[in-house]
């Protein structure tokens, strides 16, 4: 598997705290993408961040990416009961470079008010 | 935003019957792919598509696999014949580019083979 540590996790926390997922993999990657997927869809893109890129932010989301780890993470800020999804990361694939994504398994985030 | 539509949303056929998934990408992407995800487990790549031909496939994506997308239509996935084991959310997906681009998924299709 490409994600050697992350296993599927449940996390639950209150409304207005501050949350962080992490992700780990094994091979090199020149970016990493972070999806939220809502029961009954399909993921939709939070962040993208890139290589050169050890911090990114958008709104209340803040993603880092460590090259040197193989690792990285999307905190949320002061979250909010929409916030409840699960959270996937996903590197592309090198090989080929194609745009192939390799998913993790995934972090379920439950907000409660 | 861009949105990419999957028809049917859920479908459920008997073992050894041929389905065809469909997807209509958002207008302006070149880039195709699907994905395959079985109930809490990850998403897994099958196989990306671009100017009529695929670029990669996985090992998922088994001979009775096949994708097309005549005349700019429908992107297709068809499985001919099905197995059990085929049963899943399959998820199209569609880019501008390919690499570090934004890939836009579709809601999915339920496919439940019995």
Known sequence: SQWGEENLQALSIQEGEDVTMNCSY????TVVHWYRQDSGRGPALIILIRSNE???RSGRLRATLDTSSQSSSLSITAAQCEDTAVYFCATESITGNTGKLIFGLGTTLQVQP | ????????SHQIIDMGQMVTLNCDPVSNHLYFYWYKQILGQQMEFLVNFYNGKVMEKSKLFK????VERPDGSYFTLKIQPTALEDSAVYFCASSLAHISYEQYFGPGTRLTVL
């Open chain 1, 26 to 29: 094994k091979t090199y990657t």
């Open chain 1, 54 to 56: 050890r911090e990114k």
């Open chain 2, 1 to 8: 935003g861009p949105k990419v539509l999957q028809i049917p």
């Open chain 2, 63 to 66: 001979d009775q696999f096949s």
